[in-house]
């Protein structure tokens, strides 16, 4: 069997694009190695909590049945008592673990005032947490998966995806442009549902109750499967999955083991010395906070080499969700 042939049919989500392009060393250590850390940080504990929140108010919805903001508070809380573990990890020390969960409960309380009582003339409710694969290549060769949010469906037959943000920083119209997840769920659409009129997407910032739409124009949908295709074939022919030092590092999960980081560590090391003997020299490398990233991190931090595939991404997605 070919090598090709044997990564034929592989499914690739848009979280492993983007953490390939960040540093493709950190993809090996996450994809391929599996290895998995064995806490989870507390913005993507929040943001699962609040996610399965609104799963829970829009499943009821789609049954004709409005619970009432306390309910779904109430939902919010006893899911966070039953799944917070000391596992769960706070980087930030100037906040504590009721900080984070009053934040999300604020999340939820602005979504429903301002979407209350949810009922929306000509509008219809499609699907709640949706999942999804596309192929974008022949036979099936290239092929990606994702879950949406929310789908609805107007009148005129055009359909708006529509995904939960609980970051409190809403990207800036750039950053928005290089992002790939608002286009793959276009395509997503508009492969599940040929009839659809128009597609476009909506991410709701919940603690900013700012609402953008980030819709692809077709042009634009076009030259995105060309790009994805691109980028799924660069990571099936990269034989070193060399690391790629860069801001990300700050946050990465797996400095301790990495070669780059050690280099860092190393040089560290001996700029200190040169400090002790009045010989230091500038470098952005060896910047203090840089320093005190890597010792912070270092102390509470472990893996574990997950076996199966269905924890999967959950830490990666319900991150991506929160710091998105
Ligand atoms: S510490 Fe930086 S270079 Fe090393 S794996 Fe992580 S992101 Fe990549």
Not at 225 to 247: A, M
Not at 276 to 292: A, Y
Request: with cysteine.
């Amino acid at each position: 069997m070919t090598a090709i042939a044997t990564i034929a049919h592989r499914l690739y989500s848009v979280s492993q694009l983007k953490l390939y392009e960040q540093c493709p060393l950190r993809y090996r250590f996450y994809y391929i190695e599996r290895l998995r850390p064995t806490y989870q940080l507390v913005e993507s504990f929040v943001g699962a909590r609040v996610h399965e929140s609104m799963e829970y108010l829009y499943v009821h919805l789609k049954n004709q049945d409005l619970r009432p903001v306390a309910d779904v508070i109430q939902f919010y809380s006893r899911r966070w008592e039953q799944m917070w573990s000391s596992t769960v990890q706070i980087v930030n020390q100037r906040r504590n673990r009721e900080w984070y969960r009053r934040y999300g409960e604020k999340c939820l309380r602005r979504y429903y005032v301002q979407h209350y009582p949810f009922l929306e003339p000509g509008i219809h409710m499609i699907e709640v947490e949706w999942p999804f694969q596309i192929v974008l290549g022949p036979e099936g060769r290239y092929r990606m998966r994702g879950h949406v949010d929310r789908l609805t469906r107007r009148d005129d037959n055009s359909y708006v995806v529509h995904d939960y943000k609980t970051s409190q920083y809403v990207p800036r119209k750039g950053m928005l442009a290089r992002d790939l997840q608002p286009g793959v769920y276009q395509l997503a659409v508009r492969e599940t549902f040929p009839e659809a009129r128009k597609v476009s997407v909506s991410w709701h910032y919940l603690a900013s109750q700012q609402e953008i739409r980030p819709t692809l124009s077709a042009n634009q949908l076009d030259r995105l499967r060309t790009k994805l295709v691109r980028r799924i074939d660069k990571i099936e022919q990269d034989q070193e999955f060399s690391p790629r030092p860069t801001k990300y590092c700050r946050n990465c999960e797996y400095k301790q083991i990495c070669p780059a980081q050690n280099d860092i560590t190393s040089r560290t090391t001996s700029r200190a010395k040169s400090v002790e003997h009045g010989r230091l020299s500038q470098s952005p490398m060896t910047q203090p906070s840089d320093v005190d990233a890597i010792q912070d991190s270092s102390s509470a931090l472990s893996w574990e080499k997950e076996v199966g595939d269905s924890a999967k991404e959950k830490h990666h997605v319900a991150e991506k969700k929160f710091s998105s």
